[in-house]
């Protein structure tokens, strides 16, 4: 069963099992407003590759990347994280049309691979969407529903114009939990700032920790720029809370412009 939160903006979820002969594209695609999130399906966090062993010889997995298709097509562009692009020439999936700036696992069969430029032709056997939020600021009126509750083993890397966030917390299960990255609400847009302070935060709606699981986000922060004193890059400061009895962890981040 899917529960999802709808508290504040709207969400929307598109929820694909995609069939085709014996394997199954399993994509979460949540484009989320400002409070999102869902932990029902614990299946979900893993890897969505195939269980066929025969299929491992000859199938790959992309790190995280974002998706180019300005016309919307079934045979779109992938920027990989890891400086790989990839151009999807075939799919076992023709109703998948992802938008522009999508983040995403893949799964492929390579087609061809060019180690010179960096590029790579494939074909589309798998994949899984990632959820991605704008930033939120941390108005008066949010400041109680965010939450400080924990989340642990916590790795941050900046790619492109997302920030992207790698966590673990607990569940039992039956509680949607919240998250969100924040940011003080009286920035002003005049390109004064030489450092930006962020805040990821977690409300766990008095779940009982039970299990942990791992979860990956990806946060648009595109809208850090016009506060940025510098042209081209600002540091970021970034915290949150690993213990309600601790002071919040932090990691710093440059965020180098991507337009």
């Given at each position: 069963?899917?529960?999802?939160?709808?508290?504040?903006?709207?969400?929307?979820?598109?929820h694909?099992?995609?069939k085709?002969?014996?394997?199954?594209?399993?994509?979460?695609?949540?484009?989320i407003?400002?409070?999102?999130?869902?932990?029902?399906?614990?299946?979900?966090?893993?890897s969505c590759?195939s269980?066929?062993?025969?299929?491992?010889?000859?199938?790959?997995?992309?790190?995280?990347?974002t998706?180019e298709?300005?016309?919307?097509?079934?045979?779109?562009?992938?920027?990989g994280?890891d400086?790989?692009?990839?151009?999807?020439?075939?799919?076992?999936?023709?109703?998948?049309?992802?938008?522009?700036?999508?983040?995403?696992?893949?799964?492929?069969?390579?087609?061809?691979?060019?180690?010179?430029?960096?590029?790579?032709?494939i074909?589309?056997?798998?994949?899984?969407?990632?959820?991605?939020?704008?930033?939120?600021?941390?108005?008066?009126?949010?400041?109680?529903?965010?939450?400080k509750?924990?989340v642990?083993?916590?790795?941050?890397?900046?790619?492109?114009?997302?920030?992207?966030?790698?966590?673990?917390?607990y569940?039992?299960?039956?509680?949607?939990?919240?998250?969100?990255?924040?940011?003080?609400?009286?920035?002003?847009?005049?390109?004064s700032?030489?450092?930006?302070?962020?805040?990821?935060?977690?409300?766990?709606h008095?779940?009982?920790?039970?299990?942990m699981?791992?979860?990956?986000?990806?946060?648009n922060?595109s809208?850090?720029q016009?506060?940025s004193?510098?042209?081209d890059?600002v540091?970021l400061?970034?915290?949150w809370?690993?213990?309600?009895?601790?002071?919040?962890k932090?990691?710093?981040?440059?965020?180098?412009?991507?337009?």
């Amino acid at each position: 069963m899917l529960k999802v939160c709808n508290s504040h903006k709207t969400i929307l979820i598109l929820h694909f099992f995609l069939k085709k002969k014996n394997n199954y594209l399993k994509i979460f695609y949540m484009k989320i407003k400002q409070i999102l999130y869902l932990i029902a399906l614990a299946a979900a966090f893993t890897s969505c590759l195939s269980k066929n062993d025969s299929l491992f010889e000859s199938t790959y997995i992309t790190w995280l990347g974002t998706v180019e298709n300005p016309m919307e097509s079934n045979l779109f562009t992938f920027a990989g994280d890891d400086g790989i692009t990839y151009y999807i020439r075939e799919t076992n999936f023709p109703e998948f049309k992802p938008k522009t700036d999508t983040r995403l696992f893949l799964v492929y069969n390579l087609l061809s691979k060019n180690e010179t430029t960096k590029e790579c032709e494939i074909r589309l056997v798998d994949g899984r969407i990632i959820p991605t939020s704008d930033l939120l600021p941390l108005t008066k009126a949010v400041a109680d529903t965010v939450g400080k509750d924990p989340v642990l083993k916590v790795d941050m890397y900046i790619a492109r114009n997302f920030l992207n966030v790698n966590f673990s917390f607990y569940v039992s299960g039956n509680v949607i939990h919240t998250f969100n990255m924040v940011r003080p609400d009286t920035l002003i847009a005049d390109n004064s700032l030489d450092t930006i302070k962020l805040e990821f935060r977690h409300n766990a709606h008095y779940d009982i920790p039970v299990n942990m699981i791992e979860y990956t986000m990806c946060f648009n922060i595109s809208e850090l720029q016009r506060f940025s004193v510098n042209p081209d890059s600002v540091p970021l400061v970034i915290s949150w809370f690993e213990s309600t009895q601790a002071p919040p962890k932090k990691i710093n981040l440059m965020y180098k412009f991507f337009k």
